[in-house]
């Protein structure tokens, strides 16, 4: 919970530009490994919010930072990660317009990112995106980090976009910021629609006699 990332101004403004206009109340989006992260604060109006992590004890801080009315409408999830396939399987499949992970993948080795990228393409709705950070190994920063055993993963840029692209993902945007900072978009080809017309709230009552 403890790991964090440099960022640099530039790209963290990128980044809040993306969260803002992903979090749409018209679709339901999914962030997978929260921890402590302040970027999810940008991403509860979507309806519903899934959170996933592999551990109970990873999401309860999240969890406990939303009030309580707030907290009975986020979904959480977890995810076994021994499995080799079906790690996502619980979730909707078809649904997500946005799927965000943020320092999640920068400690899976590339047989694990690429086991989620098929995955994650099996929840998303034509035109869903999916951003994630990892540790872009065609730099030379991403390589010093698994040599000095930062517990950083080896997974080139141009591999994981080959591994994307060979699944069907379209690359909207690749991000290479300053140390640490590097990530991925990619979205599912399509438009992106919903059919609600206005967001209900709403609560079932006793039908008098």
Sequence with gaps: ???SLAMDPQSQELL???LLRAGDWRYPGLVIGPGLSPWIQHLVGLDPLYLADVSEDLLAPVLGSFGPEYRNRVRPYIVCESQTQGLLSTLPQGQMSWVFAWN???????????QYLLEIKKLMRPGGSFMFTFNDCDRAHGVALVEQNNYQC?????TVIQLANALGWQ???RHQGVNDCAWLV?????????QRGAQCLAKIVAKSK
């Design 1 to 3: 919970l403890q790991r």
């Design 16 to 18: 809040t530009g993306h």
């Design 104 to 114: 999640f993948f920068n400690y899976r080795p590339i047989e694990v990112l690429y």
């Design 154 to 158: 080896y997974t080139p840029g141009r």
């Design 171 to 173: 690359v909207r945007e």
């Design 186 to 194: 990619l979205t599912v080809p399509g438009e992106l629609s919903s």
